[in-house]
């Protein structure tokens, strides 16, 4: 069946960049999304990207994807420590409105 | 700016007792969706609904029970809840369009049963 796959944590340096990143196998998917929750919070949409796209900026956020090899990644730049939170990747299904839902990948600010 | 609101955003109950967590939305949307979630992990959909009098389980069964009287409000019940079921619970709507199925979430209700 459909699944999506992240890792459970990246670590990095504030003032770095950090790619997260995503595989998934419904090559039917239209979209894919990018949503960020922070502790104790609901999730809230960081990005989206159309399936014919190959790339999205917006400001520090860098999406990427490869239809090819069904990857998609998330880039953020100038990492800071107000992006400690919790990704999650999600791909849409359009047979019956919904979303498969990556784990999360915790993404951890080291000073 | 997704106008989702969840009531109560905290609740501590005991064995037994019966609840319903509030959820409602005011963008019009015709699906709507409820989630549990343990703490920093995955998102388990228990319920959805893709509009007025109709109502589905999720993937991840669950002794919860919702409705949808009105387009707006999407209530989760527990009939007697149990210390299985503390946990997080997400509820979150979309409107299809052109195979765009964003959900736009709530805050979440933080239930503890003890």
């Known amino acids: 069946g459909e699944d999506v796959e992240q890792s459970l944590f990246l670590s990095v340096r504030e003032g770095d960049s950090s790619v997260i990143n995503c595989t998934y196998t419904?090559?039917?998917?239209?979209?894919l999304y990018w949503y960020k929750q922070e502790p104790g919070a609901g999730l809230q949409l960081l990005t989206y990207?159309?399936?014919n796209m190959d790339m999205k900026q917006d400001q520090r956020l860098t999406v990427l994807l490869n239809k090819k090899d069904k990857h998609l990644s998330l880039r953020i730049a100038d990492t800071q420590t107000g992006d400690s939170a919790i990704y999650f990747c999600?791909?849409?299904?359009?047979?019956?409105?919904?979303?498969?839902w990556g784990a999360g990948t915790k993404l951890i600010i080291k000073p | 700016e997704a106008d989702i609101y969840q009531t109560p955003r905290y609740l501590v109950i005991g064995t037994g007792k019966k609840i319903t967590l509030e959820c409602s939305q005011t963008m019009g949307h015709d699906k709507m969706y409820w989630y549990q979630q343990d703490p920093g992990m995955e998102l388990h959909l228990i319920h959805y609904?893709?509009?007025?009098?109709?109502?589905e389980k999720g993937d991840l069964s669950s002794e919860s029970t919702v409705s949808r009287i009105r387009t707006e409000h999407f209530p989760l019940t527990l009939e007697s809840a149990r210390p299985s079921h503390t946990s997080q619970y997400l509820c979150?709507?979309?409107?299809?369009?052109?195979?765009?199925?964003?959900?736009?979430f709530g805050p979440g209700t933080r239930l503890t049963v003890t």
């Open positions: 999600a791909e849409s299904m359009d047979s019956n409105y919904q979303l498969i």
């Open positions: 419904d090559s039917s998917s239209t979209y």
């Open positions: 609904s893709y509009g007025v009098n109709s109502t």
């Open positions: 979150a709507s979309s409107e299809s369009t052109s195979g765009n199925y964003e959900q736009y």
């Open positions: 990207i159309f399936s």
